[in-house]
């Protein structure tokens, strides 16, 4: 049976400053990796990193605006000079998502919107999984979301981006996976963090119809991404796991 130490490993986490993203890397560094915490804000970057170091864990912040090309490029560098020349473990968690009616959207958000939740993604696999696939291990996770499968009014913008994060995964799995390196996904549900705050009360009703009956929370979504980054999930390739109290079950 595989394992979920993740010792001696580099693990990438973008969007890691809060949220989803803060809790995976405090969890992947709790089971033993070296994580980069990757994030617009050095101030909440340097917080997760001295939370992390407050606990006996390795972890470095590195800043990146990944709605810039050129911010990309540079993380992935950065990525695997603070890595010692290797990145094992890409979390391809940070995403923006501008709700709104499609008539009302602006052209600038259907840019920006694409731009961080999957021409970034893109490139950071572009720059970084090759290398893995030459060492013949690594794990790539994608976060997706549930309204990538579910017309949900007002998310389409968002849903469409993540859904075709979805189509990566499974092509990236089908293109990494024969050289060791597994690519998969997670899907969370309604999820209480602090980007969706602004979300207020409709977080509770989107929740409510689900078997749990409760929005999720980031240590939950992270468990689910820690579990894909590990040997523990060592057969499982293309998958987009839903992490939704069973949202879409019902």
């Known amino acids: 049976m595989g394992s979920f130490d ?6 990438l986490v973008t969007g890691a400053t809060s949220g989803i993203g803060a809790a995976t890397a405090a969890l992947l560094a709790e089971r033993g990796a070296h994580v980069l915490v990757a994030g617009r804000d050095p101030a909440r970057g340097e917080s997760v990193v001295a939370g992390i170091r ?8 590195v800043a990146a605006d990944l709605g810039q090309p050129d911010s990309v490029r540079q993380l992935a560098g950065e990525a695997v000079g603070l890595g010692g020349g290797s ?13 709104s009616q499609t008539e009302q ?3 600038s958000d259907i840019d920006a919107v694409y731009g961080v939740n999957v021409k970034a993604p893109y490139e950071l696999v572009a720059a970084l999984a090759p290398a893995m696939a030459e060492r013949g291990r690594g794990a790539i996770v994608n976060v997706s979301t549930v309204a990538a499968e579910r017309g949900v009014a007002g998310m389409a913008l968002y849903g469409s981006s993540k859904a ?17 390196v597994r690519v998969n996904g997670v899907a969370p549900g309604p999820t209480r963090t602090e980007g969706t705050a602004v979300m207020g009360d409709y977080i509770d009703e989107l929740a409510a119809g689900t078997p749990v009956g409760r929005p999720g929370e980031p240590g939950e979504i992270a468990e689910a991404i820690a579990y894909l980054a590990s040997d523990a999930a060592s057969y499982v390739h293309g998958a987009v796991l839903p992490v939704d109290g ?3 079950a019902v």
């Open 6 to 11: 993740l010792s001696g490993r580099v693990a």
């Open 54 to 61: 407050d606990r006996g864990g390795k972890a470095d912040f």
């Open 87 to 99: 990145v094992d473990i890409l979390v391809n968690n940070a995403g923006i998502f501008p709700f």
């Open 105 to 107: 959207t602006p052209p």
């Open 164 to 180: 075709a994060l979805d189509l990566l995964t499974k092509a990236w799995a089908a293109e990494f996976g024969p050289r060791g």
């Open 246 to 248: 069973g949202l879409t």
